[in-house]
């Protein structure tokens, strides 16, 4: 049965981010304008995803991992760390993020679609890091490091299905 769960979990992990990369394909190329315009916005929506990725570099490189701060949490005895970092910190990290990209997606602009890329951008990263970390450790029954990426998909799809409202439906 742990098994199942835990191939289920990862399906929907999986699934999870591949519907969130095939929004951020869709924002990157629904550009807004004509002709040179157009070659403008497609110019610096790519200069976001760059800008996404030097950010995440960066972090990196000076030592800031997020996903090895949930696994150490996740490890840990503490129980506050364990609800801080594996249970509130992903539900306002799910929270914020949806809340961007709808916002800045209903907003229609072409800024708003800049800084929705780079917050894709990120968000992907850090999530797909801390979905590897997670992977690659070893544990029996369920794996309990996932929990972090399990809460902030449970809580992007609840946010989704709770209040996103398609263009032109009563707000």
Known sequence: METLLNFLVHSIVIFGVLAFLGVGIGLATNLPGEGADRGREAALRVISIVAGFLIY???RAIGISIPELM???SSSRDVVAV?????IGPIIAGLFVTNICINRIEDDSAIAGRITLLI???TLLIFVESYVASYKIDSEGINIHLLPNVVFVLTVLLYLI???KPAGANK
């Not at 609800?83 to 249970?87: E, G, H, K, R, V």
């Open 57 to 59: 570099y960066a972090s």
């Open 71 to 73: 696994l150490n949490a």
């Open 83 to 87: 609800t801080l970092i594996s249970f």
């Open 120 to 122: 894709m951008v990120l």
């Open 162 to 164: 709770f209040y996103f």
